[in-house]
């Protein structure tokens, strides 16, 4: 694949001033190809896009022509383009080439059958195609999730991604599930779409089979209030939505997978790279369920377990001070015992056959080992008030919108996550 010049940015190539100079390149594209590029892992190092020519887009989302974009360290993606460009990369990434191999075009129809079942819908009144994204790790199911919200959010489709990935989630901070309606394609830099119209759950762990009772329940008081945002907006209900899941698919991901796919009475289910898990859940689905293999992307980059582990850090610290170089300031201020009720989740507890009391137990304390009289009882999604003056350092901790009920707190909205030692 041609490339043209590799120069030394100041004369022609970058903004000299106060900026040490950076190398920059252009890469000529031909149509239906794309350049896949890694920003560096340090901090400070930037890489800087811009299209020169033709036309491109970044996973879903039109690339501005002339306009710089900037590269966060460690992100990777890829520029496809459809007519042929040329894009000009300043600074030095770790690894930049361009594919001739790419799924797209496979991508794009899956895009417009979605789409035509929009229409058919529509007209007979009923809720849009609900589509789920499913997959071992690393085979590209946000990607595709971002491409065919962001490919809706062009047509003036206004669908909702339903983020059930509590491991690398990309709305809120880890350990929460969100429903999220989208009006515009993803920000290119970001790569996320706007979060003002969000709606966070809070589970608390980052794989379900932490709490799986938990996970199912939120799960499916998610489903309820996404058919109760249909009949409230047209917009949404003939968007219907695209589900994110996490990459976890043997045992209890699996029954995950199944149960998100009940919950949401999924219309479509693509799955990425996968012969046996299409076989189970055509087994296993109703009949209705479409079951669509698709192949992963050869661009898709595995990352390791310290990469996921570091993602999570960032999106926590992104949550409270911004993206960077971290904009927002938080401040602390106080907040007597007495105004606020302190409870903990999906902890095991034990019951008093008698006298009813609850109190908190280790999780794993087997029935003979506890007292006469004391019996172990599910305490997955129940509420156990915990002493004010503990220190809460066990768990991430969520703030419940004021007018839930004790009985309703585990699948109500988060109102916020505060920050505590
Ligand atoms: N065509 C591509 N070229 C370059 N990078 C890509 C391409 N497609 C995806 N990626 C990158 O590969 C990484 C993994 O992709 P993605 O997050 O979509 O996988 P996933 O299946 O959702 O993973 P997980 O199981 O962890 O949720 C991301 O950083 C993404 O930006
Ligand atoms: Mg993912």
Redesign the pocket.
Known sequence: MTTLSYQVAGAGGGDGGERPPRKWKDWALERET?L???APDQEGSLIDIKLVRGTAEV?GTEVARNQSYSLCP?????I?TWHGCTVRVEGEPQVAYI?EE?PMIMYLNTHIAVDQLRHRREKEGQIGPRVM?A????????????LLLSYAARLGRQPCLVDC?V??GSVSIPGSLCVLSVERPADIET?EFNKQASLVYSYGATTPSDNFKLYTTVVTSMAAMFRERCTARPATKSGGCVI?T??WVEGQGYNALVHVAEAFEVDVVLV?DHERLTLDLQRDLPKTTEIVPLP????????TREF?RRNREDAVREYFYGKRPHLLSPFSFEVAFSDIQICKIGVMVTQHRRQHFLFISAPAVPQSALPLGMEKVDGSVLLVHEEPTKQLSHTIVSLSMANSTEEDVASTPSAGFPLHH
Do not use: I, P, Y
């Open positions: 794309e896949r590029l890694e996973f460690r992100m990777k993606l890829a496809f594919s790419t994204l997959g071992a790790t690393d085979v590209g199911k946000s990607t595709l999730c971002r990935d491991g690398q790569g994110n996490c990459g990425l992963k992307s050869g661009g898709v980059v595995a990352r996921r």
